[in-house]
Every structure is written in structure tokens, then in C-alpha cells.
């Protein structure tokens, strides 16, 4: 014997007496190279978002366009932990070794990150296809399914918003109204748009200088209140029989694991308990938690968020993720091609074309699926429809669309600690001061936003370039004043 003691295995590893035992568990790397890698395959994602998704051209896109490094996933404190590759990116971007190239024919993007003192470049590269938004690829060259046309059903282009297109002309606003969002769009200048309405009509629309009524924008997290509404829509056709049922994973199969433990509502309300080992350069391993991973890894999202550790009791502890989200995600379509339905087409079968919402678009991970977390498109009058929709109680043209009670469950908060519902947000915690405690909102990065405010009837719709400050004092000031003006 050489004298040295055997490694402690991070696993049990011992057989399993029942089932199939756990998933093969995800780990996280953490070393600098994976997070360099990591940060060029969200550069070459943002890009492909921009311009082939959103629709701007290279040199908006070029003023758009912030530097962001990933970062090691934090813990239950959800502080990132270890060292940051920011500073470097910094550099690289200031001296011309971050380089950005982009093909409109192939709609793709690819970013190499070039380091003399570091190795081999490092490159990363995206695509966008209708309806399937910016793919990443990172490493890889093409997807792994084939991101055939999708047939879509278009809103009636005559019939009034919000059940068609036809979007009547606002009045006028008011000086008080006109001041609020002159206001807000001076303070917040990546701002895209803001729409304000009610189930019948659009009271106030206005864009900025790349903002248009037709330009599909980032919503980011907003595209969590879109997956748990079709989780709703799914209850309510009996797909599910109870939001407190375990959640029926593909890969959780056996029945006395752990994962057994997490149910629907557990996922919607970010309290599944799911996160991963982080294996740092150093070689030493921390729990994290993920948050920007499915974003920045040409991975299977749906597969890694499955595969994440029980990492605390679920139902216990409010942790914000997106692998909760992204095994939903895997819930929905094992049950849609369990019916053998064409998966694509019945997710906005299901939801956004019924709503009319034409505009909007998820973005899919280099496996085909539809990220269940965040990275969805639409026009801003398009994301408007989901506020409608709640403000009438889960009822859509005259037919209920989500369960009796839904939009009570989905807009209240779990309990006191955190203003997080069911994949929307709260204001119990006087988050907006000048709005009711019972405000709630589908919320994304960069302050992406669709309020819904029922007692007044109102929905506002605002969308935000990503990584672009927003000044929320003067949006809850502008809302304010839509509430004295229009409510």
C-alpha cells in the first residue's frame, strides 16, 4: 500500500435496495476556464437575441450590449462565491480580444475570447430560429434536434386588443400622466416600451427610440408566470389533478427518493430544495445554487435541472432558481408527448396562441426545449394579454382558461418572509410604496415587468434591455398615477 487514504466519494454510492435510485447528480464547474466559457456563450445568446430575435441592427446591438461574466452559483445566501472573471472581461472587451462576429443569412453568433496569457482562444456561439428564439451552442456547432417551422395561429388582425390586434388609439393623455412618463422614460433609458390597460381597451402606449409596437422583447424570469400559466391550463384540462402531487419527472422515477418529495407547488414557489455541488478550481467543492447556468451552458436544461441534488427539505426553504422551473419543463413535455402531441406546436397551442399573444416566442436549449425559466420574446401589447388574462380571473373570451382559483393561488405569496408566489411576485413587501400590498407581477432580469393590479383593473406592461438600470421609483410613480387617473 502507498499509504494514501482513499477519496471520499461526494455521493453515496451504495446499491439501491428499491427503484432506480437517484439521478446521476450534476456538478457545477467552477474553474476559471469554464466560467470564461460561460461567459462567451451568453455574449454570443444576447447577441442573437438582439438582432434576430429583437430585431435590431449590429451597431444598436454594439450600444446595447453590457459585458456580463458568469459567476460561481452562491448558496443558500445566494451570494456568488469564489473568484470573478469580470475584471478580465473588462480588459479583453476594452482591448479588442473580445470579439463579437455575426452571420444574418445563418442567423448566428459566434464570440471568441482570445488571452495570450491564458491559452487557446475560447469561442462560443448561438443561433436563432423562428419560434425557438437564441439557441445556444457554446462549443458545439449545431443544435441537437432540428428547428423545423412551427405552425402557429395568428390573432385576428381586425378584432379589437386584447383578443385581436387591433389596437384602438389611446386617448390623449392627461399634463399629470404625460409628466409621470416623460419621467420614467428620462430616468430609465433602456427601456424598450410601456403599455397600460384594461381587460377592454389600451389606455397609454409608449415607445422609445428602438422600441416599436411590433418588436418582440427580452422578458427574461417574466417567462416563469408563462410556464406556470400553462401548468394552470393543464390542471384545468385534467392533465394534473393537484398543484400539491408529486412532480412527475422523467428521471425522478424511483418512488422512495428524495425527489419524490418535490411537488408542483413546490417548484412554482421556489421551494423545491434543488441545487448542485460547485467543484472550484482549487479543487474544492461548495453547494450552489442554480441561477444563470441554463443561459450560459449549450447543455440540455431540462436533463441538468433533473439531475440537481436535494439539497434542503422541499417545501422548506425559499431559494430562488431556475431548476425548479426547468424540471416543470421537463413535467410538461413528458406529459405532452406521453399524448403523443408534437411538443412545439401544443406549448403555444396551449397557451400563447389562444391568448392571441402571436408575437411571443420561448427559447430553446441546444436539445429542443423550451426553457421553462426565463428567455421568452413578445411585443410588449402581447405580454400585456397575460396581465388581462388574470385581471379577468382566468377566464379568456368568455371561456374560463385557468382553474377556479388559479389567479388567487398564483398571486398570493407563500407566507411571510418572501414576497414570491407562484412564479409571480408580490407587494406585500411595499416593494413599489405607492402600489397595493396586494400589486403582484410576473417579474424578469433588468426589471422586466407585467403588473397586475386587480382591485383597479389595470395592467402595465414594461420592458427593459437586458443588463440596462431602470429607475423604479419613477415607474411606481408613473403607475401611480395611471391608478389616480384611469381606476
Known amino acids: 500500500m502507498s499509504g494514501r487514504l482513499p477519496v471520499e466519494p461526494i455521493f453515496d454510492q451504495s446499491q439501491r435496495l428499491f427503484g432506480d435510485g437517484p439521478p446521476d447528480p450534476v456538478v457545477y464547474d467552477a474553474s476559471v476556464r469554464a466560467l470564461r466559457q460561460r461567459t462567451v456563450n451568453f455574449a454570443a445568446k444576447r447577441y442573437a437575441d438582439m438582432m434576430f430575435v429583437s430585431g435590431l441592427d449590429r451597431a444598436t446591438a454594439d450600444r446595447h450590449f453590457r459585458p456580463r461574466a458568469a459567476l460561481i452559483p452562491g448558496g443558500l445566501s445566494g451570494r456568488p462565491v469564489g473568484p470573478t472573471v469580470q475584471d478580465a472581461l473588462l480588459a479583453a472587451y476594452r482591448d479588442g480580444r473580445f470579439a463579437i462576429e455575426t452571420d444574418g443569412v445563418g442567423r448566428c453568433v459566434t464570440v471568441t475570447w482570445s488571452d495570450p496569457a491564458f491559452g487557446d482562444p475560447i469561442k462560443g456561439s448561438a443561433i436563432a430560429r423562428p419560434g425557438y428564439g437564441g439557441i445556444v451552442l457554446g462549443e458545439h456547432h449545431v443544435p441537437r434536434f432540428e428547428p423545423t417551422a412551427i405552425s402557429r395561429e395568428n390573432a385576428d388582425a381586425r378584432r379589437g386588443w386584447p383578443i385581436g390586434g387591433a389596437v384602438e388609439k389611446p386617448p390623449t393623455a392627461s399634463p399629470t400622466m404625460t409628466a409621470a412618463l416623460d419621467a420614467f422614460f428620462a430616468s430609465s433609458p433602456g427601456t424598450y416600451g410601456v403599455l397600460i390597460g384594461t381587460p377592454e381597451r389600451v389606455l397609454v402606449e409608449r415607445y422609445s427610440e428602438f422600441g416599436t409596437a411590433d418588436r418582440a422583447t427580452p422578458s427574461w424570469s417574466m417567462t416563469k408566470a408563462i410556464t406556470c400559466t400553462l401548468l394552470g391550463r393543464l390542471l384545468h384540462e385534467g392533465w394534473f389533478h393537484s398543484m400539491h402531487d408529486p412532480a412527475p419527472a422523467p428521471l425522478w422515477r424511483d418512488p422512495h427518493g428524495t425527489h419524490r418529495l418535490i411537488t408542483l407547488d413546490h417548484l412554482v414557489r421556489m421551494r423545491s430544495g434543488l441545487g448542485f455541488p460547485v ?55 413528458a406529459q405532452i408527448e406521453r399524448r403523443k402531441l408534437p411538443y412545439h406546436q401544443t406549448v403555444y397551442g396551449m397557451f400563447a396562441d389562444r391568448l392571441g399573444m402571436t408575437s411571443y416566442q420561448h ?46 393561488y398564483a398571486t398570493t405569496a407563500t407566507h411571510t418572509g418572501t414576497s414570491y408566489a407562484a412564479c409571480f411576485r408580490t407587494n406585500i413587501d411595499r416593494r413599489f410604496p405607492s ?41 411606481d410613480r408613473m403607475i401611480a398615477t395611471a391608478i389616480d387617473t384611469f381606476a
Open 435 to 475: 402600489l397595493p400590498p396586494e400589486t403582484a407581477w410576473a417579474a424578469g432580469a433588468s426589471d422586466n415587468r407585467v403588473f397586475i393590479l386587480r382591485r383597479h383593473r389595470l395592467t402595465v406592461a414594461v420592458t427593459n434591455e437586458t443588463d440596462h438600470p431602470m429607475d423604479l421609483a419613477a415607474l
Open 363 to 408: 427559447s430553446a436549449d441546444i436539445a429542443g426545449n423550451f426553457i421553462g425559466s426565463g428567455a421568452g420574446f413578445a411585443t410588449v401589447r402581447d405580454y400585456a394579454k397575460l396581465g388581462v388574462l388574470y385581471l379577468n380571473d382566468g377566464v379568456w373570451n368568455g371561456e374560463r382558461f385557468l382553474p377556479e382559483g388559479w389567479v388567487d
Open 279 to 333: 467543484r472550484h478550481g482549487d479543487g474544492s467543492t461548495t453547494l450552489g445554487f442554480e441561477n444563470s447556468a441554463v443561459y450560459q451552458d449549450g447543455t440540455d436544461a431540462f436533463e441538468m435541472a433533473q439531475r440537481m441534488i436535494v439539497a434542503t427539505i422541499p417545501g422548506t426553504v425559499f431559494r430562488y432558481v431556475n431548476s425548479g422551473m426547468n424540471a416543470l419543463g421537463a413535467v410538461i413535455r
